[in-house]
Nanobody, 130 residues
Framework: RVQLQQSGGGSVQPGGSLTLVCTATDYADCMGWFRQVPGKEREGIAILYRPNDVSNIDDSVKGRFTISQDNAKNTLYLQMNSLKREDTAMYYC??????????????????????????WGQGTQVTVSS
């Protein structure tokens, strides 16, 4: 199992930016970012297939959020710009061994990809308010 340690997050005004960081103890082919608000399912917002450095961003955050990796540090990032109140949620990173075929399947319904992942970070709260 891969252990994931998250950092970043916090409170920011609308229009602001935050960066989430997720450091893994071991390598996993697929890593992603998910978010959850009380009473709702955990939804996928960004996923990265690390061997090819290809990624997919959910339409709800496309153009504002960027997922990236630092292979040398085994670290995943989520750069969040132009934050909106509706981005307020608990954010989680996740990791799982996968193939490119798995990745292609996940991005067809990124919002429901959480069931594929078994290794999760502890979560970090992001609050967007004025």
């Amino acid at each position: 199992r891969v252990q994931l340690q998250q950092s970043g997050g916090g409170s920011v005004q609308p229009g602001g930016s935050l960066t989430l960081v997720c450091t893994a103890t071991d390598y996993a082919d697929c890593m992603g970012w998910f978010r959850q608000v009380p009473g709702k399912e955990r939804e996928g917002i960004a996923i990265l297939y690390r061997p090819n450095d290809v990624s997919n961003i959910d339409d709800s955050v496309k153009g504002r959020f960027t997922i990236s990796q630092d292979n040398a540090k085994n670290t995943l990032y989520l750069q969040m710009n132009s934050l909106k109140r509706e981005d307020t949620a608990m954010y989680y990173c996740a990791a799982e061994q996968c193939t490119l075929r798995d990745y292609d399947g996940l991005i067809r319904d990124l919002g429901r990809a959480s069931g594929f992942f078994h290794d999760w970070g502890q979560g970090t709260q992001v609050t967007v308010s004025s």
